[in-house]
Nanobody, 130 residues
Framework: EVQLVESGGGLVQAGGSLRLSCAAS????????IGWFRQAPGKEREGVSCIGGSDTGTVYADSVKGRFTISSDNAKNTVYLQMNSLKPEDTAVYYC???????????????????????WGQGTQVTVSS
């Protein structure tokens, strides 16, 4: 059974940092795309970043480029989202999602849509105070 468990959310002041974790289980941590999404109150869920297994690529939304960094630790089956210079508009529930399958290097050039992911975590709240 595939499971994704997010952690690391919390309350932080503007300009601060948080690191979110997405611990994955139930699949071989080689062929995948794991994405981070967020949903603010009253808004649609939006893609933030994604990473392909076996160093096949990373993508960021323009709104977080230069502030957020996505990475993976294959030994721990975990994907991280390091969030720096946080802004109040980053406040949202953050979700990780997984597509499990072969990914060709160089083909991850844009954020996949929600429907392209097969599995979702339960979400973790990030609140940035001004």
């Amino acid at each position: 059974e595939v499971q994704l468990v997010e952690s690391g959310g919390g309350l932080v002041q503007a300009g601060g940092s948080l690191r979110l974790s997405c611990a994955a289980s139930g699949f071989t941590f080689d062929d995948y795309v794991i994405g981070w999404f967020r949903q603010a109150p009253g808004k649609e869920r939006e893609g933030v970043s994604c990473i392909g297994g076996s160093d096949t690529g990373t993508v960021y939304a323009d709104s977080v480029k230069g502030r957020f960094t996505i990475s993976s630790d294959n030994a721990k089956n975990t994907v991280y989202l390091q969030m720096n210079s946080l802004k109040p508009e980053d406040t949202a529930v953050y979700y990780c999602a997984a597509y499990i399958g072969t990914v060709v290097a160089g083909t991850i050039t844009s954020l996949p849509a929600e429907y392209e992911y097969d599995y979702w975590g339960q979400g973790t709240q990030v609140t940035v105070s001004s």
